[in-house]
T-cell receptor, first 115, second 113 residues
Framework: ETGVTQTPRHLVMGMTNKKSLKCEQH?????MYWYKQSAKKPLELMFV???????ENNSVPSRFSPECPNSSHLFLHLHTLQPEDSALYLC??????????????FGQGTRLTVV | QQQVKQSPQSLIVQKGGISIINCAYE??????FPWYQQFPGKGPALLIA?????SEKKEGRFTISFNKSAKQFSLHIMDSQPGDSATYFC????????????FGTGTRLQVTL
């Protein structure tokens, strides 16, 4: 157990559905991240939150909407997705603050299939 | 984000052999180079990391070699074991960017008996 918990583990949704992915970290970290992992592509950083504030949006389409209510929780709200959005969505956290880099801990991911 | 190029895409090594995975980067501002290990159904987990002030770092059977002038770094797994069979990702990031990692495409390692 890495201390980063993602739910659900698997999700199948239609293109007109609205769903949310949840991430919770029990490590006392200040920074949280969403990554997308597609087959044969590098993990792609989507969003970064540092002390609950979004500090990075890596040109992610607006059909993905993140929410970080506190430093321990991160959500990814999904609506009107496309089949090409099917992927493993990974949440990560780190103790990183400006000027420091520390280890990123990943959750087990949510396997999303858009039909 | 600039690219981190990783090779090979897949690798088969006999038990006891040496596994070598290579990565090259473009952004000279990168100053943190971790390797992550991912088993099926799991998220990536940090294996070993290096900063450019050293040319090599060893932890048990795992060694990172770093060549700053060539902008390359590699992972060596000595005495490879079947339990090492996993996907390995190199990554890079810059200090002050809250651990925003740029990943390679991954290498699927299979260690055979």
């Amino acid at each position: 157990e890495t201390g980063v918990t993602q739910t659900p583990r698997h999700l199948v949704m239609g293109m007109t559905n609205k769903k949310s992915l949840k991430c919770e970290q029990h490590l006392g970290h200040n920074a949280m991240y969403w990554y997308k992992q597609s087959a044969k592509k590098p993990l792609e950083l989507m969003f970064v939150y540092n002390f609950k504030e979004q500090t990075e949006n890596n040109s992610v389409p607006s059909r993905f909407s993140p929410e970080c209510p506190n430093s321990s929780h991160l959500f990814l709200h999904l609506h009107t997705l496309q089949p090409e959005d099917s992927a493993l969505y990974l949440c990560a956290s780190s103790q990183g603050e400006a000027g420091e880099i520390t280890e990123a801990f990943f959750g087990q991911g949510t396997r999303l299939t858009v039909v | 984000q600039q690219q981190v190029k990783q090779s090979p895409q897949s690798l088969i090594v006999q038990k006891g052999g040496i596994s070598i995975i290579n990565c090259a980067y473009e952004n000279t501002a990168f100053d943190y180079f971790p390797w992550y290990q991912q088993f099926p159904g799991k998220g990536p987990a940090l294996l070993i990391a290096i900063r450019p002030d050293v040319s090599e770092k060893k932890e048990g059977r795992f060694t990172i070699s770093f060549n700053k002038s060539a902008k390359q770094f590699s992972l060596h797994i000595m005495d490879s074991q079947p339990g090492d069979s996993a996907t390995y990702f190199c990554a890079a990031s810059e200090t002050g960017t809250a651990s925003k990692l740029t990943f390679g495409t991954g290498t699927r390692l299979q260690v055979t008996l």
